[in-house]
């Protein structure tokens, strides 16, 4: 069974500071694993992802994200944070041990926000 | 691009009626997907489509959710009879297919309220 955890309900950050959105991702085999960012009665729109490769992967909106086996994360950052960003976001995984056959699992959301 | 089109917006029911949602992916997308998402929670998937095979309904209500994707486009998902805790958003997502590890595509998702 695949599952992701974002342990933080809720992100605060000042504007301009750097900030970080935490997940950890649980799967048998290798993960694809994805960030996603949902807006006040929009659907989620896709920011990055981590197939292969380079573990730091660059995403929409000068967001990025490091992939850490060892650790099992998947850590959202941005180098300087704008109130624009202020948000709910979701890491979701899936898994390859199956080849892939299953669909994304979510994590619950972590709400960030930016105070100007 | 036309992205994936989910109608209507909102919905609100008497519990005991019936309930359809429509949805229109991506042209060419042939994975559709129909995720739950309650209040202050991430989706969670009902059902996964390839083309017009249900491949993965192990968490779809049968007792009271169908879902249908007739000619391995369009999709629907029926709720007969609604019940109060069905009051969540539902959302349709696409993708080319499972096996390229592409991003899924969301809709703007459907509001059901069961009063």
């Known amino acids: 069974a695949q599952s992701v955890a974002q342990p933080e309900d809720q992100v605060n950050v000042a504007e301009g500071n750097p900030l970080t959105v935490k997940c950890t991702y649980s799967?048998?085999?290798?993960?694809?694993l994805f960030w996603y960012v949902q807006y006040p009665n929009r659907g989620l729109q896709f920011l990055l992802k981590y197939i292969t490769g380079d573990n730091l992967v660059k995403g929409s909106y000068g967001f990025e994200a490091e992939f850490n086996k060892s650790q099992t994360s998947f850590h959202l950052k941005k180098p300087s944070a704008l109130v624009s960003d202020s948000a709910l976001y979701f890491c979701?995984?899936?898994?390859?041990?199956?080849?892939?056959?299953?669909?994304?699992?979510f994590g619950k959301g972590t709400h960030l926000i930016i105070q100007p | 691009e036309a992205g994936v089109v989910q109608s209507p917006r909102y919905k609100i029911i008497e519990k005991k009626q019936p309930v359809a949602f429509w949805c229109n992916p991506i042209s060419g997308h042939n994975t559709l997907y129909w995720y739950l998402q309650n209040l202050g929670q991430g989706p969670e998937l009902l059902i996964r489509y390839e083309n017009e095979e249900a491949v993965d309904d192990s968490q779809l209500p049968k007792d009271r959710f169908s879902a249908e994707r007739l000619k391995g486009v369009d999709s629907t998902l029926k709720i007969q009879p609604a019940e109060l805790g069905d009051s969540a958003v539902y959302l349709c997502a696409s993708s080319p297919g499972q096996e390229s590890g592409t991003e899924a595509f969301f809709g703007q998702g459907t509001r059901l309220t069961v009063v």
């Open positions: 799967v048998s085999g290798n993960p694809y």
């Open positions: 979701a995984v899936r898994d390859l041990s199956g080849g892939g056959a299953d669909g994304l699992t």
